[in-house]
Each structure stands twice: as structure tokens, then as C-alpha cells.
């Protein structure tokens, strides 16, 4: 049986990992192989420099799923360790990935690297998959806007709360999965109530600030709903120097309902604004108000599924 592997981390499974997934998918098809995505759990970073592992873009299920919606057959995810990373380049070929998984085909990036202090690059693949008996075929750098499409290019456009040049680079919405928890009760006093969720950590945030939203998993009707999300500290509550972790608030438009203990998965379409600090409760109300008839122009005609064009670049309802 043939075998076509595709090998990395696929943190975000964004657009350069989507054109070597789908084309090792289509070879395979047209070649009557079997087709394997190899990745690692956790990121190596978190071994390798754990006080400097990036936040990452997706769960590892919700990578899995991603990666299995373009059609691979198999995903193979193994625990990277010390040992796996002390592993020397030329061992990762013949004892792990040749002599486990018996490849036809590799597919990898132009910039993979794996063994020892990252000694092996797709050169050394090819060399030794000559030898063994596998092809490898290198995918160049995927560019949007002209930059270099990456898991670190979308970190930072997240920091920087540009959410819309990360959709463009990751073909589709930033999600952030949480359970809805117990908060202060601010959103209801001010006439509009917040989900406020429970992220999981590690997962990467956008910057401070408000976001034209959808959610998943609240109900109230077919598909997901739009909606508001404040990601931040709630300064106008909060002393400038009192100590508080961030917080993601979802207000979700003409919806009413009991969301504790649900699950939602947010998608973030377009940034509204920064973190602001009011004079007063009633200013910020006023501003929620504001930031709400701005949600509803982008929505257009009220539809679940927005398009923006126009400001997220995509060319297709958000999905």
C-alpha cells in the first residue's frame, strides 16, 4: 500500500499548510495512496524553550479537525519529549518515519526543520529518502498581501488585534472555544448582557479591545449568531494598577437565554475599536450602544452569516 505522509506542527492549519495538505491529498487520490498528516503534541517550543512557547492558534482537536476536513485518511500524533528532541536528524528518518510509517511520498514545507537542535532540513530528507525509497516533495512559502504566510506572521497580527489580515492568512476566522462562567453581572446593569468565557490557556487572544463576533453552540435558531466581543481588563471598573487577567466577554444580539456551563466557540470578523477607559457607567452603556449600531451596519441585512469583503478580504460568506 502506498503511503503519502505530510509532516509538522500545522499550528492553525493556515494557508500554507492547506496547499501542502490538499495537494498531498489529490496525489494520492489520483494515485491510489493512503495519505498521513505526522504532527507533534505538545509544540515544540514547549520543550524545547518552554518560557518562550507562542500561545497557539489551535487546540489540537480542533487542528485535527481541520486537517481531517481536507480529506487526509490518517493523523499521526506523536508526544514530542526531550527524547524525541534529542533524537539525532538522520535517526528521525530511518528509525521513526521510514521504519513506522513506510512512506512513498513526504510532503513538507520550505522550511521544516527536525532532529537535534533542528539539524535536519528537507535536503537531508530527500537524501535519505533517495536511499530508503521515498520521494520529497518541498513546498514553497505561501505569500498574502506579499508577506510570508506562517503560524508566528498570524500570532502577531492576533497581538496586534488585526483580525482580519489573520483570517486572510488562515483562510477562515480566528476561533477561541470557552465555558461560559458566572461574572460580575456589569454587561446586565448596563442593559446588555455578557457571556463571559473560560478560555482555555494557552490558546492565542487577539489584542485589547472590541470585536464584531459569531458564536457557535449558544442556540436560539439554525447556524451560528452574531454578536459583540470585548477582549480586555474592563478599565473603567478597574484601578489603573489593581492586578487583573484578561477577560472575554460575549453580548450576543436579540438573543436572550441561560448560556452557564455551554460551550461557544467564538470567530472573530472585524475589530470595532480598542480598550477604552469611560468616565462613567453611563458612557460606557452609551458606547456599547454605538459599538452595537456599528455591528449591525457590517451585518448588512441582519444575516447570521456577514460578508465583509471589504474588510477581511475574503471572497465567500465567513464560515
Not at 495512496?33 to 520543550?47: G, K, L, R, Y
Amino acid at each position: 500500500m502506498k503511503r503519502f505522509v505530510a509532516i509538522g506542527v500545522f499550528d492553525g492549519v493556515h494557508l500554507g499548510h492547506q496547499a501542502i495538505l490538499r495537494e498531498m491529498v489529490a496525489q494520492a487520490r489520483a494515485g491510489g495512496a493512503v495519505t498521513t498528516v505526522i504532527t507533534f503534541d505538545p509544540h515544540p517550543d514547549a520543550v524545547l524553550r518552554p518560557s518562550g512557547a507562542p500561545p497557539l492558534l489551535t487546540t489540537p482537536a480542533e487542528r485535527e479537525r481541520l486537517i481531517r476536513a481536507l480529506g487526509v485518511d490518517e493523523i499521526a500524533v506523536l508526544p514530542f519529549t526531550p527524547d524525541l528532541a534529542r533524537l539525532p536528524a538522520r535517526s528521525f528518518v530511518d528509525d521513526l518515519l521510514w521504519r513506522r510509517f513506510r512512506p512513498s511520498r513526504v510532503f513538507v514545507g520550505y522550511n521544516f526543520t527536525f532532529g537535534h537542535r533542528g539539524a535536519g532540513n528537507p535536503q537531508l530528507l530527500a537524501e535519505r529518502g533517495h536511499r530508503l525509497g521515498f520521494d520529497v516533495q518541498v513546498f514553497p512559502p505561501v505569500k498574502v498581501a506579499g508577506e510570508v504566510v506562517s503560524s508566528t506572521l498570524i500570532r502577531r497580527y492576533l497581538a496586534r488585534g488585526e483580525v482580519e489580515r489573520a483570517a486572510r492568512a488562515l483562510g477562515r476566522p480566528h476561533r477561541l472555544p470557552g465555558r461560559v462562567v458566572r461574572g460580575e453581572g456589569r454587561g446586565r446593569a448596563l442593559g446588555f448582557p455578557t457571556a463571559n468565557l473560560e478560555v482555555p490557556a494557552g490558546l492565542c487572544r487577539p489584542g485589547r479591545g472590541v470585536y464584531l463576533v459569531r458564536v457557535e453552540g449558544a442556540g436560539g435558531g439554525p447556524g451560528p449568531l452574531p454578536g459583540l466581543a470585548n477582549l480586555g481588563r474592563r478599565p473603567t471598573f478597574r484601578r489603573a494598577d489593581e492586578a487583573a487577567p484578561d477577560t472575554l466577554e460575549v453580548y450576543l444580539m436579540d438573543f436572550s437565554g441561560d448560556l452557564y456551563g455551554r460551550e461557544l466557540t467564538v470567530e472573530f470578523l472585524a475589530r470595532l475599536r480598542g480598550e477604552l477607559v469611560f468616565p462613567s457607567a453611563e458612557a460606557l452603556a452609551r458606547q456599547i450602544a454605538a459599538d452595537v449600531a456599528e455591528a449591525r451596519r457590517l451585518l448588512g441585512d441582519g444575516s447570521r452569516s456577514p460578508r465583509l469583503p471589504d474588510r477581511a478580504g475574503l471572497k465567500t460568506p465567513l464560515r
